[in-house]
């Protein structure tokens, strides 16, 4: 418990505009709703996929301002990966003096990502074991994967046919 109050008490003095949430979340596209509307009286007539869709992984950056950084890419997430999106997505949204806030992620504990970060004059903290369960960026994630999932869902239409989905699709690896 010492641990958390030590970090409360510094981040009293944080300057909330230079923080940068990051994490991932993974979608399948097959996703549907599991409600739909219908006029009174009536039934929803619709197909449920067989979970034949792709695995996404949605890799983001959210701050004050809102969304800085977004990259989908196919499949899961590895240090290759993660460190393509800090150098290649991230760090341009970089400033000195940014503070870039992620979990304990094997890929965020490479050296290599950790000096991209700071070459950009930004600090790299870990907070996850002082802050398990208050992610502000999960909220954004799960929000998109959602979005994935509206209408008639992603499958109908194919990775990316979609306006939602095509917003998403900003940095493709």
């Known amino acids: 418990m010492k641990a958390r109050e030590e970090y409360r008490e510094a981040a009293g003095g944080f300057d909330l505009e230079r ?7 993974g979608v399948n596209l097959a996703l ?9 009286g ?6 449920v996929p067989q979970n034949y ?21 196919n499949g899961a997430t590895d240090g290759d990966i993660f460190l393509v999106f800090v150098r290649e997505v ?16 094997g890929a ?12 950009r004059g930004a600090t790299v903290m870990l907070p996850a074991a002082l802050l398990a ?11 998109d994967q959602n979005l994935l999932a509206c209408g008639e869902g992603a499958h109908a239409r194919g990775a990316g046919g979609s306006h939602q989905a095509g917003t998403l699709n900003r940095h493709r690896v």
Do not use: C
Request: hydrophobic content about 50%; proline content about 4%; cysteine-free.
């Open 90 to 105: 991230l760090s341009p949204t970089l400033r000195a003096g940014d503070m870039v806030i992620w979990d304990n992620l």
């Open 133 to 143: 369960g208050h992610e502000p960026d999960r909220a954004m994630l799960v929000k």
């Open 19 to 25: 923080l940068k949430f990051v994490d991932e979340s």
């Open 108 to 119: 965020h504990r490479s050296q290599v990502v950790r000096e991209a970060v700071e070459s």
């Open 42 to 47: 009536a039934r929803v007539a619709d197909a």
């Open 32 to 40: 549907t709703r599991l409600f739909g509307r219908a006029p009174k």
């Open 53 to 73: 869709g792709a695995n996404v992984t949605l890799l983001g950056a959210l701050s004050l301002a809102g969304v800085e950084a977004l990259m989908t890419v």
